[in-house]
């Protein structure tokens, strides 16, 4: 089952203030983009983040997860507490690469 655009419009909401914030449907679900770094993976309705050492701290009481058949497992962010969310997304904009620029 997809992301309704309901929970993307959610989880855009509980992101403002941590950069420019945007979502892109991507393969039937969604990557939600912030100040143009691919951040959070939205899959069923849950949102992921990729299992970065400088968040194993703050993401040590999360669910792991796969957001699709074949993907790397994942932490399962929890959107809702919004403080914890925005400390999230601040410790991994320094990390996270821009997106290659395609050809």
Request: hydrophobic share 45%.
């Amino acid at each position: 089952m997809a992301c309704t655009t309901a929970y993307i419009e959610f989880i855009c909401s509980q992101l403002e203030g941590a950069g420019i914030v945007r979502a892109k449907k991507m393969f039937g679900d969604w990557m939600i983009y912030i100040d143009e770094k691919p951040v959070i993976l939205a899959c069923d309705n849950l949102c992921y983040v990729k299992m970065w050492p400088e968040i194993a701290d703050l993401m040590n009481d999360a669910w792991i997860g796969y957001p699709y058949p074949g993907a790397k497992e994942h932490y399962v962010l929890d959107i809702e507490h919004r403080n914890l969310a925005l400390k999230v997304v601040n410790a991994l904009l320094p990390i996270v690469p821009f997106p290659k620029k395609k050809k």
